[in-house]
């Protein structure tokens, strides 16, 4: 009965590889976002899609490209990753795309060697 | 542990002990507030939220206080548990046209002692 699942909780890949991560809610949320936590535990907004479309895009690298194949599941594709990359990743979820709580995926370790 | 090498804010208490976290925030538009607790190895846990047109709200064990006046934040747990000890961070939304961004606090790390 997980709320919000990611799969893998770890990976560890070579610098220049391209790697995917998944996220899936099972609450019936219409928006679903991306996260990166850096190692000083500093977490930060990459993306939110609401109903399929993308609503928010930080200024991530373009290496980084969310899908959204329906509203209970957003992934995340990363091409030609860097060292910089390495941290851990969350996925969340609201009811509403403004004022409702998000709820945390457990995480995706990521280590670019 | 997970602490080592980290510079956030510390907060250590006693068991029983109630204890109180706080978070400047910095965005005066801002009308939307959550507490998230993180252990080690997890994601972040939804705590209590509150909105800016109220100054206080409690939960179970926690109580959120709101300054706006100041732009403050603070989180309060009475009877502070082993349990409780974990990364605690504020999070605010500016609403409108920022959608569903959240801006996060640095952190603070709560031990409790038995």
């Known amino acids: 009965d997980t709320a919000v699942s990611q799969t893998p909780k770890y990976l560890v890949t070579q610098m220049g590889n391209d790697k995917s991560i998944k996220c899936e809610q099972n609450?019936?949320?219409?928006?679903m976002y991306w996260y990166k936590q850096d190692s000083k535990k500093f977490l930060k907004i990459m993306f939110s899609?609401?109903?399929?479309?993308?609503?928010i895009n930080e200024t991530v690298p373009n290496r980084f490209s969310p899908k959204s194949p329906d509203k209970a599941h957003l992934n995340l594709h990363i091409n030609s990753l860097e060292l910089g990359d390495s941290a851990v990743y969350f996925c969340?979820?609201?009811?509403?795309?403004?004022?409702?709580?998000?709820?945390f995926g457990p995480g995706t370790r990521l280590t670019v060697l | 542990g997970e602490s080592v090498g980290l510079h956030l804010p510390t907060l250590s208490v006693q068991e029983g002990d109630n204890s109180i976290i706080n978070c400047a925030y910095s965005?005066?538009?801002?009308?939307?507030f959550i507490w998230y607790k993180q252990e080690s190895g997890k994601g972040p846990q939804f705590i209590i939220d509150i909105r800016s047109n109220m100054d206080k709200r409690q939960g179970q064990r926690v109580t959120v206080l709101l300054n706006k006046t100041v732009k403050h934040l603070s989180l309060q747990i009475a009877a502070t548990q082993p349990g409780d000890s974990a990364v605690y961070f504020c999070?605010?939304?500016?609403?409108?046209?920022?959608?569903?961004?959240?801006?996060f606090g640095q952190g603070t790390i709560l031990t409790v002692h038995p």
């Open positions: 899609y609401n109903n399929k479309e993308l609503i």
């Open positions: 999070a605010e939304n500016a609403g409108g046209t920022s959608y569903g961004k959240l801006t």
């Open positions: 969340a979820s609201s009811q509403e795309t403004s004022g409702a709580p998000q709820f």
């Open positions: 609450l019936g949320h219409d928006t």
């Open positions: 965005n005066s538009a801002s009308d939307y």
